[in-house]
């Protein structure tokens, strides 16, 4: 993979945020699942691992994180068919639309909206990273915010679940 343009790709779509892409990418560039075209990736998505923990357990989970595809390559099926790939490696997989129109989008895919808290000490279940996320996160602080995750697998959550990484 050409993370020259995995970068470009993700920089376009999202910003530059102060160092955090270089941190993103530096800890989960070989978590990246892509499509490329000439030489370029035109789609990719980040699979960070993540682990849900409950009264019951930990369970693993995969986070899609930065889903994005080319202006011109659109609308051809690549960035369902990147998520369908990580959906068919995990039993548990979650994301948080970047944008309210998206929900839609993930909905026929089989995702379902939770409501989540940007916390974890008090919310059971709650999401939580290893050491690469955390470190990537820490400077983001958790805000206690609610917003939509989406959950594609197993999620016995009835009210609130709790994911404490904001990330630009």
Not at 15 to 24: H, I, P, T
Not at 79 to 105: D, G, Q
């Amino acid at each position: 993979m050409d993370i020259k343009s995995a970068r470009k790709l993700y920089n376009d779509t999202f910003g530059v945020a102060e160092g955090f892409d270089d941190r993103l990418f530096d800890l989960f560039s070989h978590c990246i699942r892509y499509i490329a075209e000439d030489g370029q990736v035109v789609s990719m998505l980040f699979e960070i691992p993540c682990t849900l923990v409950t009264k019951e357990g930990e369970f693993p989970v995969c986070y899609i994180f930065a889903a994005a595809t080319h202006p011109h390559y659109r609308g051809k099926g690549y960035a369902t068919a990147l998520v369908k790939e990580a959906c068919a490696h995990h039993s548990l997989v979650i994301l948080r639309p970047a944008e309210e129109s998206l929900v839609n989008f993930y909905g026929k895919m089989g995702f379902k909206a939770y409501t989540a808290i940007d916390r974890k000490d008090t919310v059971i279940p709650y999401i939580t990273g290893d050491e690469r996320l955390i470190s990537l996160c820490e400077k983001e602080a958790p805000t206690g915010e609610s917003f939509c995750l989406m959950a594609k697998g197993r999620l016995d959550c009835k009210d609130k679940i709790g994911f404490a990484y904001s990330m630009p």
